[in-house]
């Protein structure tokens, strides 16, 4: 059964205390407020509208925030778990083999058409390394072995060169190594011989070298500022030296100067010369009364010194052929007769069949 208790003295609230009398503080007059800077100034009948001031606004103060230290273990990444071991029987060396085996195998065919190009591309770079290799060892050797030394030089159609002349012509030597000459060089240097109209140079393995040379054929010669041989072609090939061929019939009469600078006076003596001689080898004169000297006169054409006596013989400007052929007969009746001219005249103009003879 509660009971309340009866309310004692001790426990009795203390009273209200009653304040002290003072005097009542004067009210603070509140502060003016300072015109906004938009704000409409509000106007008093006989004054003026005060005058607008603008306040700068000052800067808000930054205030720097305490950045929320974070625990670095908070940043680090959760381990992974780890796979769990499989659990079964280990198999053998053996079985591991022979599974990389199968598995090889099954690559290389799903791959074949590769594994074949590669394997054709190191195949073709290694047989072109190879040869490239053997072939250079080999040219080493070559150029490097007694064995391919030149022994000997065999030379054809020489008659005017001997056989060391056209070595030297050749630029060749007993002893050099074979693959060291060109042929073709070789060959050049024989053509820039004035005696050499054309040249074949062979090598033959191990050590020999053939050269065929075809010498230019001298069938006369020329007087100018001195003697210089011309060939059957009608060309001017060499300065008369101490070991060429002076029986040959000479060609004078000319004029120097003229013959060097005028293309065409040089062609018509060189070519009219050639031409007079197979005319007079074709008449049968010429081991008959081998021609000594060709004449040019100008005007009077063309006359002929024969024979050992040096004979004279006049053919004037046209008709050769028939005028030698006539100079035989007139020849052969005198001989007959046990007679022999002084000289012989075939270059009436009126009169072409008229032949004049001096006789002793």
Not at 189 to 218: C, F, M, N, S, Y
Not at 225 to 252: C, H, M, N, W
Not at 352 to 359: H, K
């Amino acid at each position: 059964m509660n009971r309340r208790r009866a309310p004692s003295a001790a426990r009795k609230k203390p009273g209200r205390k009653k304040p002290i009398a003072t005097k009542p503080a004067k009210k603070k007059d509140a502060p003016k407020r300072l015109a906004r800077k938009n704000a409409p100034a509000k106007k008093v009948q006989g004054q003026k509208a005060p005058r607008r001031i603008a306040l700068k606004r000052m800067p808000a103060k930054k205030v720097a925030r305490k950045k929320e230290s974070v625990s670095r273990a908070q940043n680090r990444r959760r381990p992974k778990p780890k796979a769990p071991r499989k659990s079964g029987p280990k198999k053998s060396l053996r079985e591991r083999f022979a599974a990389a085996w199968q598995s090889i195998g099954g690559w290389a065919v799903r791959y074949r058409l590769g594994l074949q190009r590669l394997g054709q591309g190191l195949l073709l770079v290694c047989a072109s390394v190879a040869v490239v290799w053997v072939g250079a060892e080999t040219a080493r050797y070559a150029r490097s072995s007694d064995a391919f030394a030149i022994s000997e030089i065999d030379i054809e159609g020489n008659a005017q060169l001997k056989d060391i002349d056209v070595r030297r012509a050749a630029r060749l030597q007993i002893g050099s190594n074979i693959f060291e000459v060109s042929a073709e060089e070789a060959r050049n240097h024989l053509l820039q011989h004035p005696w050499v109209e054309d040249a074949k140079v062979v090598r033959r393995l191990p050590g020999r070298i053939r050269i065929q040379v075809t010498e230019r054929k001298p069938v006369a010669l020329v007087a100018l500022d001195q003697l210089y041989l011309v060939s059957d072609e009608g060309a001017v090939f060499k300065r008369l030296g101490v070991d060429d061929p002076v029986d040959l019939p000479v060609i004078t009469g000319i004029a120097s100067e003229r013959f060097y600078d005028d293309l065409d006076y040089r062609t018509e003596v060189l070519l009219g010369s050639m031409a007079l001689l197979q005319d007079y080898e074709g008449a049968g004169l010429a081991e008959r009364e081998p021609v000594s000297e060709i004449h040019f006169d100008g005007a009077n054409g063309i006359e002929l010194f024969i024979g050992d006596d040096g004979m004279n013989v006049r053919l004037g400007n046209a008709q050769h052929r028939q005028k030698l052929r006539r100079l035989r007969g007139v020849l052969e009746r005198l001989e007959r007769e046990k007679t022999r001219p002084s000289y012989v005249y075939l270059d009436n103009v009126r009169s072409p069949e008229r032949v004049t003879v001096r006789l002793p």
